[in-house]
């Protein structure tokens, strides 16, 4: 058996040239057909022949590029007008490519004449990517021919610009970020990758990163963590941050030289207070967990 025959993986959606971008957990590429059946009473009615009258061939897919899926469902002046009814649907029909993510799988699927249906639903996700869930009808080209397979050229893959970002360097722009709404400098009172040992302030690092094989935004798991002697200003520097999040599409500039764009800065929980140890000195810890996406 041959392991080249499995499968796994998800993939783009490419409409008329556009890139629709990556599809959550893969979409569903359907085909139903209709027969005839023809008996016979010596058969008792048992059919005796098969024949196929038609083929219908669909595909639903959930897309993380919200303004360009809804930028194709609606006219060009961003509607949804009656002006729309009654008009014939297949001359608005055009090539869609299925290409695969998985660089070790070369085979990629065509829809020569595909039709996006007026039909769709909008998740709106508050902790992660909003899904717009597209269906295309594949109908014949001018050759007959309604689906195909073809073999993805290098040129044809996608990827995605956030793919080689330095963890290093998104922890650095929530450390600028925090700093400048919070009113702290940086490495004074607020520090990068934890509050240093003898100091009074607020520490920022990242935990981890939430990995997935399918294109999307990234996703990291952050933690900032105040520490002083007196409880009340611990409680209050959280409160001051929780308050001012979440954010979205935050731009932080000349963070080392590159300007770093998080798409949003989200508030998970709370904790207080924990007593910690520094220099021989009890003093007051609390942490605020945070969901970064890039």
Not at 4 to 33: D, H, M, R
Not at 77 to 92: R, V, Y
Not at 114 to 136: D, G, P
Not at 231 to 238: G, H, I, L, S, T
Request: proline fraction near 3%.
């Amino acid at each position: 058996m041959d392991s080249e025959n499995f499968k796994i993986g998800a993939c783009a959606l490419v409409y008329k040239g556009t890139v629709l971008g990556a599809v959550i957990n893969g979409p569903t590429l359907k085909l139903e057909s209709t027969y005839q059946n023809t008996t016979c009473d010596q058969a008792y009615d048992q059919p005796i022949r098969k024949t196929l009258l038609s083929t219908t061939v669909t595909l639903t897919a959930d897309v993380r590029e919200i303004d360009t899926g809804m930028g194709m469902l609606l006219d060009g002046n961003g509607k949804i007008t009656i002006l729309s009814l009654g008009k014939e649907q297949t001359p608005t029909g055009g090539e869609l490519l299925l290409i695969p993510f998985n660089q070790n799988d070369t085979t990629g699927y065509r829809l020569p004449n595909a039709v996006l249906s007026k039909k769709t639903q909008y998740s709106f996700t508050e902790n992660r990517e909003h899904s717009l869930e597209l269906e295309f009808e594949g109908f014949m080209d001018g050759n007959g021919v309604m689906l195909e397979k073809f073999t993805v050229t290098a040129d044809q893959r996608i990827t995605m610009s956030n793919a080689t970002i330095d963890p290093a360097q998104i922890e650095r722009a929530l450390t600028k970020y925090i700093a400048e709404q919070l009113a702290l400098t940086v490495d004074k009172d607020i520090f990068r990758g934890g509050i240093m040992p003898g100091k009074d302030g607020c520490g920022v690092y990242l935990l981890g990163e939430d990995l997935t094989a399918v294109m999307g935004l990234r996703h990291f798991r952050a933690e900032v963590s105040f520490r002083h002697e007196d409880r009340d200003v611990v409680m209050k520097a959280m409160t001051e941050l929780a308050a001012i999040l979440p954010v979205y599409g935050v731009t932080i500039d000349d963070v080392k030289g590159q300007n770093i764009t998080l798409a949003a800065i989200l508030k998970q929980s709370q904790t207080y207070m924990q007593p910690v140890a520094d220099n021989g000195r009890i003093k007051q810890q609390g942490k605020v967990s945070l969901h970064i996406a890039i």
